[in-house]
């Protein structure tokens, strides 16, 4: 029960049932508050304990300044908790080791458990190895099944063993289509008491449910640990900022080309770390499902989130989806009563404001390596035009330090033992003769393995993916894609034979109204057939090329393209073979897989010749705005979303066949290779013992800009002659079976030795390579990340990362703080910090250290192959100096130490967030 000081509880009646609810409009100056805010303030009143939270925390968020820079911390505490299995296994495993601590220590293990609502949905494990044909989706389903047996059987003992965790089983959907079409709440209802749905998620992507006016954001899989322990989330009241949308879109343009522009406008404004609200008249010209996606896109232009109040159009999409009539009664009655109700006349206080007119969205994709780098698709030839010179400068002399690209692939030299049922699967030499000169993108000839060739060029699409999660959760732009693979196949066109084509939705329903409007045959037609319910391309489980084009590709070094749906194309996340990587919406994926190259303008060129002889351009199949609704409107209706999630968390009889352990503590399987227990709380003190300095510590890594979470994690598969590689085979664990980094993240002992070893990674200490390599100081030896750290761990040395800005950007990944924390780095020196990664930092013990304004490790002139030393951590100051020891003499910088709060300073002592909670529940 709340303290109340502020004399809030009243009652809401709704359709004639009674609720209790804290009024914001008891207290003076809520109105003029942006609608997250509110909904934060009514958290706060709702959780006031005097402890974490407090009446000073409440005053000061009713006061909040929206031109002054975030400085007040308060404690939110999330209704739920939503996970995808990548990140929800490492969670309950470290809960698992937790209540054999609390054991050891004399307390109770029954107190480590879900204290909150945990949804955690299996999407991140299939990966699209057969395609193009009928048996696709079935025979991914039996290898995901097979790969994934063992982490499967223990997530299913998770369900049974925590009190409030749920476990959607694989083959359903991305865990952001089903939260928005299912799980979300809007409102709760809990113990007669009535207060907005909030949410913090392990995945980065976790505000495409802003779009329903759900706060919520993602955060790493430790602070969602702490949050399922019944932890508050530590945050600054956040800077808001505000997105006036005026117009509506005009014909021809797709919410994807809107995400885009959004993603272009807001990134070059600087929005990293406020929350983005969007208001005006041009909000009730969004379509729910469009809000989705540009709340889905907010980690890509650096929001912390990206909502929309509750209107009208959210009760028709709860409608839609089937939810209960009294809940959606319930979510109108609330959000009126509270002052949560869109209004397009009202305009609140935001720290700043951004105008966007709708009508003057133009077809876009972004590309070739970021999601921010929009290109008008008439521009798209220019734009190829103007890259691929980077490539063969890069091919020639790797530039120094690391661009703004992301990586997250599968090693080149270990393609997955699985191939597709494309009829190229059988290698095929290829034409290895000179590129004809007169082809200004250098061509090659490829046989395929139906007697016939192609020619491959720079450019040429290799990969065409309609791909969760952004797009697949809306209709418009999934039933345009139908609509227009419908026409093609009229007109007579074919997918381009290189073109390995891709249907991956973020749900199953997605299916039944293509199905009910008959446009599956046309899309299976033109290669797109059903591959899974997961991220697949987006997040690299693209699986093989056609062979025939892979090899093409490796003996020829040609620079080719994929074009995918998704939310993300950082370099060598989708492929390691497609350098150029570009995000568009699914009907221009589907153009793009007939035209074949993105030097083909879309705009002007042919896509193909018809079967009457006459060219056929994208403006003769693209289906019309009134077309598409057409369709949605006889297509989709409440039903499909009520029966099909009648049964959401029952699964296949795969999934209820799986045998599934017994009891509260989980017996450890000594051989396991998937699940073991981490290291976290060996010989852990009862009390903590005050920060120790840092002295004689050796660099680990000297890395430039822009180093993503993407880069520090593994992820994709697992190269045969890495430390991980070696480790497994030691493990009598085949190359054929390794599976992937995300599906190893149970086993620390996988992922310490692929952290930092990414492949497109460039550790400046270690020069001239790529991937997982540094020296060994002081003697010079070049060595793998891994054996390096291990050795220094050896000699008792610790270590540092030195990092340039936006370190730890990209996905919410755990393993990248907790792979840093088990290698031995104790501090990392960055010019800059992404939100969630700093916090991860410091959730396992990391601390997080920042050059002064002004400075960097290019500026003071440092090397890498000093030593360090970091005195005064007992004390916590706000910054300390650095004394550094090189051939070059000492010398002595400030740099400031990014304990931003007392809480974040509490972590810190207690050596993490998860020791931290662990000793709160202990008894005194």
Known sequence: MSLDSFDTRHTLDADGTSYSIHRLDALPGSRRLPYSLMVLLENLLRNENGRTVTADQITSLTRWNASADPATEVQFTPARVLMQDFTGVPCIVDLVAMREAMAALGGDPALIDARRPVELVIDHSVIADYFGGPEAFGRNVELEYRRNRERYQFLRWGQSALRNLRVVPPGTGICHQVNLEHLARVVFAEDGTAFPDTLVGTDSHTPMVNGLGVLGWGVGGIEAEAAMLGRPVSMLIPKVVGVRLTGALPEGSTATDLVLTIAERLRSHGVVGTFVEFYGPGVAEVPLANRATIGNMSPEYGATCAIFPIDAETLSYLRLTGRDADQVALVEAYAKEQGLWHEADHTPDYSETIDIDLSAIVPSIAGPKRPQDRIALAHAPRALHAVLGDYYAATEAAPVGLDASGAESFPASDPPAVTGSHPGDRPVPVDESEPDDAVPLGAVTVPLDDGTTCELTHGTVVIAAITSCTNTSNPQVMVAAGLLAKNAVERGLRSRPWVKTSLAPGSRIVMDYLERAGLIPALNALGFDLVGYGCTTCIGNSGPLIPAVSQAVAKTDLTVASVLSGNRNFEGRIHPETQLNYLASPPLVVAYALAGSMAVDLTRDPLGTGSDGRPVHLRDIWPTQDEI??????????????????????????????????????????????????????????????????????????LGDSVTTDHISPAGSIPRHSPAGEYLQSHAVAPGDFNSYGSRRGNHEVMIRGTFANIRLRNLLAPGTEGGYTRHLPDGEQTTVYEAATRYATEGVPLLVIAGKEYGSGSSRDWAAKGTALLGVRAVLAESFERIHRSNLIGMGVLPLQFSAGQNARLLGLTGEETYNIRGLAELPREVTVEVHGPGGPQNFTAQVRLDTPTEADYYRHGGILPYALRALLPQ
């Open 629 to 702: 609704q057409q369709v949605i409107s006889v297509s989709l209706r409440p039903q499909m979303f009520t029966d099909g999630y009648a049964d959401l968390f029952t699964g296949d009889e795969r999934w209820r066949s799986l045998p599934t352990p017994e009891g509260d503590l989980f017996t450890w399987d000594p051989d396991s290779t998937y699940v073991r227990r981490p290291p976290y709380f060996e010989d852990l003190p009862r009390r903590p013992q005050p920060p120790h300095d840092i002295t004689g510590a050796r660099v680990l890594a000297l």
